[in-house]
Structure formats: structure tokens, C-alpha cells
């Protein structure tokens, strides 16, 4: 069976579309990946010009017969060798088309293998290509024109013989010493965005879900396919369900066809994790809220306030006044975005959003997409729903381990339970102290035994619901021997706050001083900060917190 992508279909008007996605799901072998509903953008390869862009209604793509572009045209077709015009009659009457179908598909092929020549080792793996026509309602046995020939047709008599046709066809455009490949099969996903990987480090040592490379799901697939094609959308899921990465590629999508583009989130340190990821793509700017604030007031010539010492006016000092910054810089710029992508989009809070969409040069219908999890909501923000057309879905948790999802669902709120979809790993660990000093020794075994296992002080973190002045591992700045650091250190150890990494993620998560005092936000601070885990996560709670914890989660006593 053939994967074909989206997986399920996406919707369609075209009963033709319909009959030969689930012909060619049912009918090629597993080697052909089959595109519906697809298209490509690339920016200008020449500083000032358009983008490179197309559809195609089916992509069909085999490693070695290489790629098929197919245009469908439903219900009964005439061509007019006196005008060379193609006409069509369906359900609301008869009429010209624009194109030439094969013409069509002809200049969409081009225009994909343009895209294509761009992507890194094309010399290496350059595939044979070629296009097509479907007429799945009627029989077309003879040329029209010299340009319209039989030989590229699927019509009504090949749809229950799929896989011989497409192959037939395919093998016409082949070309000899030419073979597409896995890597050229992986370039073509790439390209379209349908595909991202994550892999992560080779040099930890947990069996092999450290060399597994996570693909985007049938369900990202669909929602990234689904989204770029509308305006405004919200997309909310669990943690570790890919909401970053498909952030990153809609926003990427958007600058490519030629908008500028604003992506930012609330947290600083995922923003400039973004911002490595998008660097060099023009008219895409990546800032976390408040430096979007500083950044536009500055731009206006506004004096920005400075941070105040004290905790309450600094509460209000980002939630009002940077925010009210914001909105008196951008009335003296004017609007900047065509399109705006905002990940972590729950901790917005509501009166932030009218500021920001002053920046939006079509505020009420302009491009806007938001990824947001409720359960990660640390700073009482809200998405708002009526600012988008429809809010889709991401259900499944491929980021952690298996043992690392079921113990974060624990305190997953919502009424849907997360799928976990990661691969098998070590059981998590819930480890007691039972004051400050044991809990720094606790911890200095801890990081021994990671060493000696193999893993790196890079790929490990020690997150803490605690702020530095209420920190007692954060002011100590050491746990037996190791140094703790909040800058990344090669041989010391990173600290932050579970607020300061939401977003990000680590192969090792030290969840530390969880106590009594921290109860009424325990459920969240473990969520959050238990699923920034990848491979294995350890948790060190004052007993009893770390006895009652165990029973609740289901893990055995070290």
C-alpha cells in the first residue's frame, strides 16, 4: 500500500480527486509516496523577484522512476483543435478552461523541478520526471495535439489497474543513470514541507530511541497542508506534539511567498532557539513578546522604561507597561506583518492581543496562526478563538519516551488524553531528600551516574519551579563537585526555571526542588517541566511529596 500524504484526505469538491486517492492508497505498492492537494514556494533565486511556486493536484514520487506531476479533470471533456481550447461540462453546466490541462501540468513540473534543482546533492540524485492528465469520467484513447498525448492519461478505463499505468507512464518520462532514491525521496519531503526531522544526539547512550528520527505524523501532515491553505487558524495540542516545528515551517511558508512575517512566543530563550532555526530567510523576524516590545519602541523613538527592583511593580512593569509600549510605538510606525505565527500562544495574555495586532497590515482577516497547549498556561494568558476561522488538533506526544508521557498525562487536564507515540525508554525516576544539603548531594549522584553511563553534561538540564532569591540549589551554584550554570557551559550544568524553558527541551531533565511549597501549582510545574524531557527524566521531591507522588503516578520505589 502506498503512503499517500495528507493521510486522511483533505476535503475536496472533486469526486474525480476522491476516486483516485483512494485508487492509488489501495493500488501502488508501499515504494510510491503519492502528494494530494500540494504546493511548493520558493523564494526568488534573484534578489527582487517573485517566488517560485505551484500546485499540483496528485505528486507522485517512486526512487527510482522518479516524480509524475498529474493534473485531474472531472466530468466530460472536448478539445477544439480550431481554437485549442479544452471545454468541460459538470454539474454546473459546460464551460472553457483557463488551461490547457497539459499544459498545466507541463509548467507545474517545471516549476517543482526549479525548486528542486536549489536543494542540496540535486547532481547526485536528479530523478527522471514528467506529468500527466486524469480523466477518471471518460475514455481519452487518442491524441487531441501532438502536446496532449494518450501515453500521459489515466482515464475511466485505468482506474481499477492503477499501479500499471502509473508505472507505465512513469517509465516513458525515465531517463537512463538517472535514480531518485531514498535521498532524493528525502529532498522532494523536504522541499514541500511535509516531512521534518528531529534527530537526537548519537553520543547518549538510550538504546535506540536516540538514533530514531521522528517524522511528522499523518496528523501534522494534515494540519500543515490543511492551515497554509487558510487564513487564520489555531492549533493546540499537547506538549511535545510538534506545535514548534510546525510553527517554524508555516512561518518559513508564508515569508517564502514573499510576506513579512513576524514569529514570536513568550519565552526569550525559545525565541532565539527560533531565530537559529530561520536564519538567513528574508522578511521573517523572530522576537519573544516583551523584546517585540522593546524592539518596536525603540523603532518609534520611545524611551522604554527601565525594569523596576521591586517584584510587584515588576509584575506589572511586563504585563502593562511594555505591552502599552508597544501600542504607542506601533500607532507612530504603522502596521509592519502581513503575517503573524505565535507560538506558546496561552500565555498571551487577552489585553496584549489588540496591541499586538496593531502591527498587522489587515488586522481582521490577515494571516494568523497560533500554537498553544491550555496545560502549559504558567502566566494566565488565553488564545482567542474569535480571532480565528477554526482551531485544529495535534492529539500525539512524539517527543518523549513513552515511561516520560504517561507520567506527564498524569497531570494533563484536558478531557481528551494525549496519545503517546515516542519510543519505549528508561522508567522515570522519583527520587526523596529530605532537606537542602541532601538534596544537592542527591543531585551530585545523580549527575555521576548519568556520566558514568555515558551522557554528556550538555544533553542534561536541572529545572526548578523556584526564582533565584527562593532557590536554594540555584544560590548554592554547585551540587557536590558540579557547577550549575545559567549559560550553556561545556562541563558545567544548566539551571533554569521551568517558566525560563518552557518551549525547549533537553535528552535529560532534572525536575528539582519540588516541595510542600509548591503544591498548588505542583500539576503544571511537572507537566511543563517534566515534558521537556526527550529520553529520561528524574524528579527530586521533598518526601513526602516525592512518596505521594509515586503512588499517583504509578512508580516504583527507587
Known amino acids: 500500500m502506498a503512503r499517500v500524504v495528507p493521510f486522511p484526505m483533505l476535503p475536496t469538491a472533486s469526486s474525480a480527486e476522491r476516486r483516485l486517492y483512494e485508487g492509488f492508497l489501495q493500488q501502488l505498492d508501499e515504494e510510491y509516496v503519492v502528494y494530494h492537494s500540494v504546493d511548493w514556494v520558493l523564494a526568488s533565486p534573484t534578489p527582487g523577484g517573485p517566488p517560485i511556486q505551484g500546485e499540483s493536484d496528485f505528486l507522485i514520487a517512486h526512487p527510482v522512476d522518479g516524480l509524475l506531476v498529474l493534473e485531474v479533470k472531472g466530468g466530460e471533456l472536448e478539445y477544439d483543435p480550431a481554437t485549442r481550447r479544452w471545454s468541460q461540462t459538470g454539474r454546473s453546466g459546460r464551460h472553457f478552461l483557463d488551461e490547457d490541462p497539459f499544459h498545466q501540468a507541463r509548467d507545474e513540473m517545471h516549476s517543482l523541478i526549479e525548486i528542486l534543482s536549489h536543494q542540496p546533492g540535486w547532481d547526485r540524485w536528479r530523478p527522471s520526471y514528467g506529468y500527466g492528465v486524469a480523466f477518471p469520467d471518460g475514455i481519452y484513447d487518442d491524441d487531441a495535439n501532438p502536446a496532449a498525448r494518450a501515453a500521459w492519461v489515466i482515464d475511466r478505463d485505468?482506474?481499477?489497474?492503477?499501479?500499471?499505468?502509473?508505472?507505465?507512464?512513469?517509465?516513458?518520462?525515465?531517463h537512463a543513470g538517472r535514480r531518485f532514491a531514498a535521498e532524493g525521496m528525502e529532498a522532494l519531503q523536504n522541499a514541500l514541507g511535509l516531512r521534518v526531522e528531529i534527530r537526537t544526539p548519537l553520543k547518549l547512550q538510550f538504546d535506540e530511541e536516540d538514533r530514531r528520527i521522528v517524522e511528522l505524523t499523518d496528523d501534522q501532515s494534515y494540519v500543515l497542508?490543511?492551515?497554509?491553505?487558510?487564513?487564520?487558524?489555531?492549533?493546540?495540542?499537547?506538549?511535545?506534539?510538534g506545535?514548534?516545528?510546525?510553527?517554524?515551517?508555516?512561518?518559513?511558508?508564508?515569508?517564502?511567498?514573499?510576506?513579512?512575517?513576524?514569529l514570536t512566543c513568550f519565552n526569550w530563550r525559545l525565541a532565539d532557539y527560533l531565530r537559529e532555526q530561520v536564519k538567513g530567510t528574508p522578511?521573517?523576524?523572530?522576537?519573544?513578546?516583551?523584546?517585540?516590545?522593546?524592539?518596536?519602541?525603540e523603532k518609534a523613538g520611545l524611551a522604554v522604561p527601565p525594569e523596576p527592583t521591586e517584584e510587584a511593580a515588576t509584575k506589572r512593569y511586563y504585563e502593562e507597561v511594555l505591552p502599552d509600549v508597544l501600542s504607542q510605538g506601533a500607532k507612530r510606525l504603522g502596521p509592519r506583518y502581513d503575517a503573524m505565527v505565535i507560538d506558546e500562544a496561552q500565555d498571551f495574555r487577552p489585553d496584549w492581543w489588540p496591541k499586538l495586532m496593531e502591527l498587522h497590515t489587515h488586522s481582521q482577516d490577515g494571516y494568523l496562526f497560533l500554537f498553544a497547549d491550555s496545560n502549559q498556561n504558567l502566566y494566565g494568558g488565553a488564545v482567542p478563538e474569535d480571532m480565528v476561522d477554526l482551531t485544529l488538533p495535534l492529539p500525539a506526544?512524539?517527543?518523549?519516551?513513552?515511561?516520560?508521557?504517561?507520567f506527564v498525562s498524569v497531570f494533563y487536564k484536558e478531557a481528551e488524553p494525549a496519545q503517546g507515540r515516542g519510543p519505549a525508554g528508561r522508567p522515570v525516576e522519583i527520587l526523596g531528600y529530605h532537606d537542602d544539603d541532601d538534596q544537592a548531594h542527591l543531585l551530585g549522584l545523580v549527575l555521576k551516574n548519568?556520566?558514568?553511563?555515558?551522557?554528556?553534561?550538555?544533553?542534561?538540564?536541572?529545572?526548578?519551579p523556584s526564582q533565584l532569591t527562593k532557590s536554594k540549589l540555584r544560590q548554592r551554584g554547585s551540587a557536590d563537585g558540579y557547577e550549575l550554570t545559567e549559560e550553556p557551559v561545556s562541563g558545567k550544568v544548566?539551571?533554569?526555571?521551568?517558566?525560563?524553558?518552557?518551549?525547549?527541551?533537553?535528552?535529560?531533565?532534572?525536575?528539582?526542588?519540588?516541595?510542600?511549597?509548591?503544591?498548588?501549582?505542583l500539576a503544571t510545574y511537572l507537566y511543563v517541566g517534566g515534558s521537556r524531557a526527550r529520553n529520561h527524566l528524574i524528579v527530586l521531591a521533598a518526601e513526602p511529596v516525592a512518596r505521594e507522588l509515586r503512588q499517583l503516578a504509578g512508580v516504583a520505589q527507587p
Open 450 to 464: 548519568l556520566e558514568l553511563e555515558g551522557v554528556s553534561l550538555d544533553d542534561v538540564v536541572v529545572l526548578t
Open 243 to 262: 506545535k514548534t516545528i510546525l510553527a517554524l515551517q508555516v512561518a518559513k511558508r508564508l515569508a517564502a511567498s514573499g510576506n513579512r512575517v513576524l
Open 494 to 521: 544548566l539551571i533554569y526555571t521551568i517558566h525560563d524553558f518552557e518551549g525547549l527541551e533537553r535528552p535529560v531533565v532534572i525536575l528539582a526542588e519540588i516541595g510542600e511549597r509548591h503544591r498548588k501549582d
Open 158 to 174: 485505468d482506474l481499477t489497474r492503477l499501479a500499471e499505468r502509473v508505472r507505465q507512464i512513469m517509465r516513458q518520462w525515465r
Open 283 to 297: 522578511g521573517l523576524d523572530v522576537f519573544h513578546f516583551h523584546g517585540l516590545c522593546r524592539d518596536v519602541a
Open 397 to 406: 506526544n512524539l517527543r518523549n519516551t513513552k515511561p516520560i508521557h504517561e
Open 225 to 241: 497542508s490543511y492551515v497554509t491553505k487558510r487564513h487564520r487558524a489555531a492549533i493546540v495540542g499537547p506538549a511535545g506534539s
